[in-house]
C-alpha cells in the first residue's frame, strides 16, 4: 500500500509538472503571438489617418467629446496638437517614473493637500497638472511640490472640450502606452483595501482578468450638518444601463436633487479614469473614453466625489458666473435652483451612511470586492489572451 500511495503521489507529481509545462508552453505560444501582433499595430499607428479617413465615411461623429463631437481620431488629435500650444510649462518634475496623474484644476487651493496625499500614497510618482488660471493660490502650493509638472493657461476650458484637449495631448507627450490616472481635483479614487495594495497591484489585477480600463463611477460624499468631518453617501440602488459607450450609471444625492424639481435626467456618475493609454486612446468624452469598446461593466473601484463638500453655494455661484461647463453650466443652473428653493440645509435622509473605507461601498453592494490572491500565471495567460484576442486601446 506504501509503495502503491509513493507511486500514486510521484504519479500526481507527473502529471503537475506535464500540467505546468503546459501551461508554460501555451504562454510562450500566445507570447509569439501577441509580440507579432505588436508589431502589425505598430506599423499600422504610422496610418492612423487614412484608416480614420475610411472609418469617418461609414461612422460619422466618430470621437464624441464633452461639448462637440470630431469626425475621426485624427481631427481630435489635430486639434488636441494645437490646444497644447496655449500650454506654457511652469515646472517640471524633479522626479522620474512612477505611474502619471493628469489633472485641470482652476482655484481647488482647498483640496489640494488631501488629493496630493491621497494619490501620493496609492503610488502616484507624478502629477501632471494644468492650472486653468487659478486666483485663489493653487499655482504657489503647486510649485511646492516636487513631483508636479505644472502647465499655465488662461484659454478657455470649454473651447478646449472641458479641458480634454490639453490633457490627451500631454498624454500622448507624456504617457504613450502606459497607465495613467485622469481626474478632477474633486476626485479621490477608492477600491477594495487600496491602503494595502497600490496602483502597481490593481494594473496587475486589471491585467489578469483581460482589462485595460477600472470601471470606477462617481459616489458623492456630503456632509452632516451636526457633525464636522464627517461625510456620508447614499446606500442605496442605482440606475445602471448598458449602453453603446459603456455602462451609465445615475444616482445618489444629485438624484434626488434632480428628481425634487421634476427632472428625470440626472448627471452621469459613470468613470474610467485609470487606464492604459494605448495607440488609439482618447478621453474626449469624461465619462466614455475612446475606444468604447474597452469600457467595460465591473466596478472594481469609486471615486469618492467632494463636489457637494465645503462651500458648496460658492461653488454653483462661480461656476454659473464663469460658464465653461457641460451644455451652458445646465447642471449647476439645477444646483441653483435647489439651493434657491431652501433645500440647501442638507442632503441627509433614512439611508445616508457615514463613509470610512472602501468596505462601507462593498457593504452597500457599490463597489465589488477585489481577489488578490489570483494565481501569476493565469493572470499572465489571461493578459496574453487579452493582448492577441482583444484590440489595443
Known amino acids: 500500500m506504501a509503495r502503491d500511495a509513493g507511486a500514486a503521489k510521484e504519479g500526481g507529481g507527473t502529471l503537475c509538472n506535464s500540467s505546468d509545462q503546459l501551461l508554460r508552453n501555451?504562454?510562450?505560444?500566445?507570447?509569439?503571438?501577441?509580440?507579432?501582433?505588436?508589431?502589425?499595430?505598430?506599423?499600422?499607428?504610422?496610418?492612423?489617418?487614412r484608416l480614420d479617413s475610411m472609418l469617418a465615411r461609414s461612422k460619422p461623429a466618430l470621437i464624441e467629446g464633452n461639448c462637440r463631437n470630431w469626425?475621426?481620431?485624427?481631427?481630435?488629435?489635430?486639434?488636441?496638437?494645437?490646444?497644447?500650444?496655449?500650454?506654457?510649462?511652469?515646472?517640471q518634475s524633479g522626479k522620474a517614473g512612477g505611474i502619471q496623474l493628469f489633472c485641470v484644476m482652476r482655484n481647488e487651493?482647498?483640496?489640494?493637500?488631501?488629493?496630493?496625499?491621497?494619490?501620493?500614497?496609492?503610488?502616484?510618482?507624478?502629477?501632471?497638472?494644468?492650472?486653468?488660471?487659478?486666483?485663489?493660490?493653487?499655482?504657489?502650493?503647486?510649485?511646492?511640490?516636487?513631483?508636479?509638472?505644472?502647465?499655465?493657461?488662461?484659454?478657455?476650458?470649454a473651447a478646449a472640450n472641458g479641458g480634454t484637449l490639453w490633457l490627451d495631448a500631454l498624454m500622448r507627450e507624456k504617457a504613450r502606452g502606459e497607465w495613467v490616472l485622469r481626474v478632477d481635483a474633486d476626485e479621490l479614487l477608492v477600491y477594495d483595501q487600496c491602503e494595502k495594495y497600490p496602483l502597481g497591484s490593481l494594473i496587475n489585477h486589471l491585467r489578469g482578468i483581460g482589462e485595460t480600463r477600472l470601471l470606477a463611477p462617481m459616489v458623492d460624499l456630503y456632509p452632516h450638518p451636526g457633525r464636522v468631518g464627517e461625510l456620508f453617501f447614499d446606500a442605496t440602488p442605482e440606475q445602471r444601463r448598458?449602453?453603446?459607450?459603456?455602462?451609465?450609471?445615475?444616482?445618489?444625492?444629485?438624484?434626488?436633487?434632480?428628481?425634487?424639481?421634476?427632472?428625470?435626467a440626472s448627471p452621469c456618475l459613470?468613470?474610467?479614469?485609470?487606464?492604459?493609454?494605448?495607440?488609439?486612446?482618447?478621453?474626449?468624452?469624461?465619462?466614455?473614453p475612446y475606444p468604447t469598446a474597452a469600457n467595460g461593466d465591473r466596478i472594481l473601484g469609486r471615486l469618492l466625489h467632494l463636489?457637494?463638500?465645503?462651500?458648496?453655494?460658492?461653488?454653483?455661484?462661480r461656476a454659473l458666473r464663469e460658464n465653461q461647463h457641460w451644455n451652458e453650466a445646465v447642471e449647476y443652473r439645477g444646483y441653483a435652483r435647489w439651493l434657491g428653493a431652501g433645500e440647501g440645509a442638507g442632503l441627509m435622509f433614512e439611508q445616508s451612511t457615514r463613509y470610512t473605507s472602501p468596505g462601507d461601498l462593498i457593504a452597500a453592494a457599490l463597489l465589488e470586492p477585489i481577489e488578490w490572491g489570483r494565481r501569476r500565471r493565469l493572470s499572465r495567460m489571461a493578459q496574453t489572451l487579452r493582448r492577441v484576442l482583444v484590440p489595443r486601446a
Open 26 to 49: 501555451v504562454c510562450a505560444l500566445f507570447e509569439i503571438l501577441a509580440r507579432r501582433r505588436d508589431r502589425r499595430l505598430t506599423r499600422a499607428d504610422g496610418h492612423v489617418s
Open 71 to 91: 469626425d475621426t481620431l485624427a481631427a481630435y488629435r489635430e486639434e488636441a496638437g494645437q490646444s497644447r500650444k496655449q500650454l506654457s510649462l511652469v515646472q
Open 109 to 157: 487651493h482647498d483640496l489640494l493637500p488631501r488629493f496630493l496625499d491621497h494619490y501620493r500614497h496609492l503610488g502616484v510618482g507624478r502629477f501632471v497638472i494644468v492650472d486653468n488660471d487659478s486666483s485663489d493660490g493653487s499655482p504657489a502650493l503647486l510649485r511646492a511640490q516636487r513631483d508636479v509638472d505644472l502647465y499655465h493657461t488662461r484659454d478657455s476650458y
Open 242 to 264: 448598458r449602453g453603446a459607450r459603456g455602462l451609465h450609471i445615475e444616482g445618489g444625492p444629485r438624484h434626488r436633487m434632480a428628481r425634487s424639481h421634476g427632472i428625470d
Open 270 to 288: 459613470t468613470k474610467y479614469p485609470f487606464a492604459r493609454y494605448g495607440a488609439r486612446s482618447a478621453f474626449a468624452n469624461t465619462h466614455f
Open 307 to 317: 463636489k457637494l463638500t465645503g462651500d458648496f453655494k460658492s461653488k454653483v455661484e
